[in-house]
């Protein structure tokens, strides 16, 4: 079992309407979890951290964590053409170092 | 103020040739962070620096090293290229943990033939 799972995708959605993006992870001592965004041929960029269950807002962006299930996902409302990208989950599992999933890439179509 | 900054940009080595990457972190940060990313996957860490020393090592080669100089800029270096070491190679920084996440440079592209 990986240790950071994700759906490569392609997530295809139109303008305007929500995308989900999942990721789940092995090891529950878990602590901290990130979502980057990766434009082709770009170096990632965090979109968002969170490390209690629940939601965390910011902007379009929503992230929701449940640690008993093991997974985190980002929400994208209002998608644009422009959010088109590789998504990428990342753990922190009690170290200084990010396990980094394999990336879910996202489709906005117009 | 300046991001993470990293050289060269793009680098095309020969198999078993030596290469040394370099990184500038934030100013301020003291913690770098080094990870290979392969076409097609996420980043794999390699190695990370607290005030320079080593805090973390991934599950890379000896033939992979690195050090962070007393200004906080970092080398990473590959001896005996393979052509599997062909990956863009992404330096991070963060102010101390990775509590808050790592600002990602633009990375090194090493093609290796």
């Known amino acids: 079992q990986k240790e950071v799972e994700q759906n490569s995708g392609p997530l295809s959605v139109p303008e305007g309407a929500i995308a989900s993006l999942n990721c789940t992870y092995s090891?529950?001592?878990?602590?901290?979890f990130f979502w980057y965004r990766q434009y082709s041929g770009k170096s990632p960029e965090l979109i968002m951290f969170i490390y209690s269950n629940g939601d965390k807002e910011d902007g379009r962006f929503t992230a929701q964590l449940n640690k008993a299930s093991q997974y985190v996902s980002l929400l994208i409302r209002d998608s644009q053409p422009s959010d088109s990208a590789t998504y990428l989950c990342a753990v922190n599992m009690n170290t200084d170092k990010l396990i980094f999933g394999t990336g879910t890439r996202l489709q906005v179509f117009p | 103020d300046a991001g993470v900054t990293q050289s060269p940009t793009h680098l095309i080595k020969t198999r078993g040739q030596h290469v040394t990457l370099r990184c500038s972190p934030i100013?301020?940060?003291?913690?770098v962070s080094w990870y290979q990313q392969v076409l097609g996957q996420g980043p794999q860490f390699i190695f990370q620096y607290y005030e320079k020393e080593e805090r973390g090592r991934g599950n890379f080669p000896d033939r992979f090293s690195a050090r962070q100089f007393p200004n906080y800029s970092s080398e990473l270096n590959v001896n005996a290229l393979l052509l599997g070491d062909s990956a863009l190679y992404l330096c991070?920084?963060?102010?101390?943990?990775?509590?808050?996440?790592?600002?990602f440079g633009s990375g090194t592209r090493l093609t290796v033939v």
């Open positions: 991070a920084s963060s102010p101390g943990t990775v509590i808050s996440g790592y600002t």
């Open positions: 090891d529950r001592g878990s602590q901290s």
């Open positions: 100013s301020g940060h003291k913690s």
